[in-house]
């Protein structure tokens, strides 16, 4: 006969992510919605789980939910703010709610690659925007990287006028509505879960994402071509709630902090190749990929930076100028 431990183990082999938590230690349940082995979200979330669960053994336990399985981005921040999850790391994008601050990383064009966005989030303005919520009851830990966002259609993409007319699925930021506006493309906001059914039912015609993000959901599948703008990014906040933040022992909140710096530093380095791996195995699969001459790229700018005016007076001058001297 099995053994109680090893039935437990077999279980949590078969269901992914769970470990099984011991009574009297922290529960931390931590819900996300990218795959957990070969995107840099999920494998951030990963890491964290397994040192958390070793080296805090008695003192807490994490769970992953990756994959919208718990909680869609929409429905995230309210679940934290009512203790049913401890920990997320949703888009920038998904902030729109509790703070302006950040649109800048949603302006097209405003980062040249991740590298200047990682200055950013670490000059002294990107480090206080961890705390642009607290009043809301959210606090930021860390920035976890991803990558740059391209464009798929059902229709190869060269030039912004190929997608005039068509639908794209967005984040739900105002800023990237005024960037697909701008090229004459109407944006509807929906949950990332729902992204893959949309495109193949023509629900949607096209989307934005990073090369993790379209392989990751197979997003290439169900589009004619993805073309490589380069044209934003896509970035995440790791967030927790206030409260629960400051009800921690004092230990173990040190301890949970140092553990996340550690992931943090190890996987936003990484994220390039991750980024690269995914762009090569949508290759592999035959689907096309779009590069575009200088020529041609300069036509996607011409039509979507003007959408900066707009926004000019919520993410501020300075902070676009600084955004630009991290660029050069
Ligand atoms: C999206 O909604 O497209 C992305 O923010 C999903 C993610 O977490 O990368």
Redesign the pocket.
Known sequence: LMSAVAAAALMTAATGAQAACDDGEIVIKFS???NSDKHP?GLAASLLMERVNEEMNGKACMEVFPNSTLYN?DQVLEAMLNGDVQLAA??L??FEQFTKQFRIFDLPFMFKNIAAVDAFQTSETGVAMKESMTRRGLLGLQFWH?GMKQMSANKPLVLPTDAAGLKFRV?PSDVIKAQMEAIGVSPQPMA?SEVYGALQTGVVDGQE?TWS?IYGQKFFEVQDGTTETNHGI?D?MVVTSTDWWDSLPEDVRTQLATILEEVTVERNAAVGQVDADARQAILDTGATIVELNAEQRQAWVDAMKPVWEQFRDDVGQENIDAAQEFNA
Do not use: A, E, L
Request: charge should be positive.
């Open positions: 996300h919605v990218t979200k981005d949703p888009s994008s998904k991803n984040q990332f994402n993000n896509i995440y």
